[in-house]
T-cell receptor
Framework: AQSVTQPDIHITVSEGASLELRCNYS??????LFWYVQSPGQGLQLLLK??????LVQGIKGFEAEFKRSQSSFNLRKPSVHWSDAAEYFC?????????????FGTGTQLKVEL | GAVVSQHPSWVICKSGTSVKIECRSLDFQATTMFWYRQFPKQSLMLMAT?????????EQGVEKDKFLINHASLTLSTLTVTSAHPEDSSFYICSARVLPASGLSQETQYFGPGTRLLVL
């Protein structure tokens, strides 16, 4: 069965510092991987996605993620965090299921940015 | 583009009443919509997959008679929580799948802002 693990429940970084959010997945086939961000009171916004090709994926808001098949990881990175990046971040894997492809989400990482 | 709206954004109701939540794709057609439930500080759990013109597919453990889903058009899906009880209080989120115009097999789900339900 597919699963997504986000080992860090909370992360605190200083504004301007670099950021890496970890995501590990378990899936039998080639995964489709996603990172979403959820701000308080708002819906999930897609940051980036990986389907195939270049393993380093660029997303919006200066985020990037690298797919490493050997480590079953898809970590999200940002070189310099802004205070507005404080939010909940979810990693997800798309699985093929009856009725169409479906997303399985990790438990999320809450990012706090210190000024 | 690819905006999904939900109405209402929040609702408070008495125990035993039914509540309907609407999910609309505003600038695209969505053959498939998804309904999720999110408890505080937890992840999104898929409840059901809604395909236009057909019956919804429910995830294991989700009561189909409790959570009625209708996908009457390519831009609207509704979730009705019937005979709501306090344990149904949660954040309900819908998403719609966009099929890229290029015809590629990759798909992306776009999420609505969510509906917070509080059952008293």
């Amino acid at each position: 069965a597919q699963s997504v693990t986000q080992p860090d429940i909370h992360i605190t970084v200083s504004e301007g510092a670099s950021l890496e959010l970890r995501c590990n997945y378990s899936y039998g086939a080639t995964p489709y991987l996603f990172w979403y961000v959820q701000s308080p009171g708002q819906g999930l916004q897609l940051l980036l996605k990986y389907f195939s090709g270049d393993t380093l994926v660029q997303g919006i808001k200066g985020f990037e993620a690298e797919f490493k098949r050997s480590q079953s990881s898809f970590n999200l990175r940002k070189p310099s965090v802004h205070w507005s990046d404080a939010a909940e971040y979810f990693c997800a894997v798309e699985r093929v299921a009856g009725g169409g492809n479906k997303l399985t989400f990790g438990t999320g990482t809450q990012l706090k940015v210190e000024l | 583009g690819a905006v999904v709206s939900q109405h209402p954004s929040w609702v408070i109701c008495k125990s035993g009443t039914s509540v309907k939540i609407e999910c609309r794709s505003l600038d695209f057609q969505a053959t498939t919509m998804f309904w999720y439930r999110q408890f505080p500080k937890q992840s999104l759990m898929l409840m059901a997959t809604s395909n236009e013109g057909s019956k919804a597919t429910y995830e294991q453990g989700v009561e189909k008679d409790k959570f009625l889903i209708n996908h009457a058009s390519l831009t609207l899906s509704t979730l009705t929580v019937t005979s709501a009880h306090p344990e149904d209080s949660s954040f309900y989120i819908c998403s719609a799948r966009v099929l890229p115009a290029s015809g590629l097999s990759q798909e992306t789900q776009y999420f609505g802002p969510g509906t917070r339900l509080l059952v008293l």
